[in-house]
C-alpha cells in the first residue's frame, strides 16, 4: 500500500495490556474517559468484533505477530518460547527495508528477544525465562508460580502515586516519543539541527504499554477523574455457579477466586474505577502519540493500530482476569487510521481476530503474496476487509487455550450471532451473543441448536486436532520444566537489556 505522496507508509503499533473494548468511551460506554481513543476511531476504522486467538498475553502477542494460531508455532502459554525461524511481520518489514523498533512490553520468551524487530528500546516489565512454567494437574494455582493469588489484586484496588508499571510505561512513553522525534533530526558534527525529513527510510514502531493490566493501583489524578460517577458492578444470579463450565471451575481455583470477597459491593466499584482510570491512563499516552506525530509531521505518511491482547472479566460471572472466551475477555478493541483519511468513521462489524494484523500489516507495506510465508490470518485491507461495513459475520474466528489454568485442550469458535465454546473431552457451551449478550444462557445439548452445534465443533476439529495438542502441550511442559530448573541452578537470564551509546547522543567534541 502507497500513500498518496507514493511513500511507504510508516506504521505506529500501540497495543495496551488486558484492555476489555466494554469499558472505552469509543465502544459506548457512558463512564469511560477517552478522548484520544474517540477521535483515532472517528478519523478511522473501528472494528466491533475483534477477538484475541488466545485469551493470555504471550501466545496472544505472538499470533499477533506471526499471523498463525498459537498451536501452530508452539505458543501455548506465558512461559513458551516460540521459535526463533517463524517469521514475524517485524522480519518481513526489516526485509523490506523498514525501519522496526519496539518500546515496552513485548512478553517474548526465550533466547530470541527480537523476533524481527531491528531495535527494542526497553527491556520487558515480565521475565523472559521459563519460570512461569505451570503444571497440567489439576491442583495447580496462580500462586504455584506466583507469590499470592492473583484474585487479591481484584479486591485491593486504589490509589497509589507511584508503581513498578507506571516507572515502565513512563519510560516505555519516554523511548517511543523520543524516537518519533528523532525522525525529524539529522545527527552529525557537534550540533543536532532539524531538517525538514530525517530520510526516506520508513518506520514501524510498535509501542506497548503494560497498562490497564493489574494490579489496579492509579494515581490519585486518574481515580478523580472518576468523581462520583455510576459505575455499574456485576451482578450475580444465585445459581451462577450451576452455570459454570468445566474450564470456569479449573480458571476461579487457578485464580484463586474462592480466596477473597469478589462479590463485596466496594470492591467490585473500586476494581472498576481503578480500572477506569487506568484506562484513561492509556488513552492519554495514545493522545501523546497522536500528537508528536502532527508536531513532527509524521502523521501524513503513517498509519495507526490500536489493540489490545485480550480482554479481562472484572468480576462478571464471578470471575477474573482472561484466559476464558466469554466476551469481557476475549474481545478486544482494534482501531486502524490511514493518514489520508481512508475509511474515515467506518464501522465493522465482521468477525475478526488478532491473527488477522500480520497479513494486514505485509498489506500495509506493499509485501507481495509471492513473498509471505503461510497465514492463518487474513488481511482487512483486502475486499472483504475494512473497505466494506455492515452485518456480513459469515467469516468464522477460532480462539484457543490449552494450558496455564487449563487441562485439556479448549477452543472457541465465533461465528454469526453465535459463539461455541469447546472442552476437549467434557461438556461444552453455545451462546447467542446477540439476543445474550451476558452468555448466561447455555443452549449446548438443545436439540433447537444440534445442526448448528455440530457445525461448530466440526468446523473446529477440522481446523484443529485437540489430541496431538494435548500431548505436545504436555511434552512441552516437561521439557521447559527441566530446562528451567538447570537454568535456575546455573543462575542463566534471557531478559533483554537495551543498548544505548550515550557517547554519541547529545552535543561531544569532533
Not at 215 to 227: I, K, S, V
Request: with cysteine.
Amino acid at each position: 500500500m502507497m500513500t498518496e505522496n507514493n511513500q511507504q507508509p510508516n506504521i505506529l503499533f500501540v497495543i495496551a495490556d488486558q484492555m476489555t473494548p466494554f469499558m472505552t468511551g469509543v465502544y459506548g460506554d457512558t463512564v469511560a474517559q477517552t478522548p484520544n481513543l474517540d477521535k483515532l476511531a472517528a478519523s478511522g476504522i473501528r472494528f466491533d468484533s475483534a477477538y484475541t486467538p488466545c485469551p493470555i498475553c504471550a501466545p496472544a502477542r505472538a499470533s499477533m505477530l506471526t499471523g498463525r494460531y498459537i498451536s501452530r508455532i508452539g505458543a501455548y502459554d506465558n512461559s513458551t518460547p516460540w521459535p526463533d525461524e517463524e517469521p514475524t511481520f517485524a522480519h518481513y518489514l526489516s526485509k523490506a527495508g523498514y525501519d522496526t523498533v519496539a518500546s515496552g512490553k513485548m512478553h517474548f520468551i526465550g533466547a530470541d528477544q527480537q523476533h524481527g524487530f531491528a531495535k527494542r528500546l526497553t527491556t520487558d516489565i515480565f521475565p523472559a525465562g521459563l519460570g512461569w512454567t505451570t503444571s497440567r494437574q489439576e491442583k495447580t494455582a496462580f500462586s504455584d508460580i506466583h507469590s499470592q493469588p492473583i484474585a487479591i489484586d481484584y479486591v485491593t484496588a486504589g490509589v497509589r502515586q507511584w508503581s513498578m508499571q507506571f516507572e515502565f510505561d513512563e519510560e516505555v512513553q519516554f523511548r517511543a516519543l523520543q524516537y518519533l522525534h528523532s525522525r525529524r533530526m539529522q545527527v552529525g558534527g557537534t550540533m543536532q539541527k532539524p531538517q525538514k525529513q530525517r530520510n526516506s527510510q520508513p518506520f514501524c514502531l510498535c509501542v506497548s504499554y503494560s497498562h490497564p493490566h493489574e494490579p489496579f493501583h492509579p494515581t490519585q489524578e486518574l481515580w478523580d477523574r472518576y468523581d462520583n460517577a455510576k459505575i455499574d458492578i456485576p451482578q450475580f444470579p444465585e445459581n451462577m455457579s450451576e452455570t459454570y463450565s468445566k474450564m470456569d471451575v479449573w480458571l476461579n481455583a487457578f485464580h484463586g477466586v474462592h480466596r477473597v470477597d469478589l462479590k463485596n459491593e466496594k470492591n467490585l466499584y473500586n476494581l472498576r474505577r481503578s480500572y477506569y482510570a487506568l484506562v484513561s491512563y492509556v488513552d492519554d499516552k495514545v493522545g501523546e502519540l497522536i500528537k508528536c506525530l502532527e508536531e513532527t509531521g509524521l502523521a501524513d505518511n503513517t498509519i495507526v493500530i490500536f489493540t489490545s491482547d485480550h480482554g479481562d472479566m472484572l468480576g462478571e460471572k464471578g470471575m477474573i482476569q482472561k484466559r476464558c472466551f466469554y466476551e469481557r475477555s476475549s474481545r478486544v478493541p482494534l482501531i486502524i487510521k490511514y493518514p489520508d483519511k481512508h475509511f474515515k468513521g467506518r464501522v465493522e462489524t465482521r468477525h475478526c481476530s488478532l491473527v488477522d494484523l500480520a497479513p494486514t500489516v505485509l498489506d500495509m507495506a506493499g509485501i507481495p503474496d509471492k513473498e509471505r510465508l503461510s497465514l492463518d490470518g487474513q488481511s482487512l485491507t483486502g475486499p472483504t476487509g475494512s473497505g466494506n461495513s455492515g452485518d456480513n459475520n459469515d467469516r468464522a474466528v477460532f480462539s484457543e487455550l490449552h494450558t496455564e489454568g487449563v487441562y485439556t485442550p479448549c477452543f472457541m469458535m465465533r461465528e454469526g450471532q453465535f459463539k461455541y465454546i469447546y472442552i476437549h473431552n467434557n461438556a461444552c457451551q453455545l451462546f447467542n451473543t446477540e439476543h445474550d449478550p451476558k452468555e448466561w444462557k447455555n443452549l449446548s445439548g438443545n436439540p433447537d441448536y444440534a445442526e448448528l452445534e455440530d457445525h461448530m465443533k466440526c468446523r473446529i476439529l477440522e481446523k484443529f486436532d485437540p489430541d496431538a495438542i494435548d500431548i505436545a502441550v504436555t511434552k512441552s511442559l516437561a521439557k521447559r520444566t527441566l530446562v528451567r530448573d538447570a537454568m535456575k541452578a546455573a543462575n542463566i537470564s534471557w531478559d533483554f537489556s537495551p543498548y544505548f551509546d550515550a557517547t554519541r547522543q547529545y552535543w561531544r567534541e569532533g
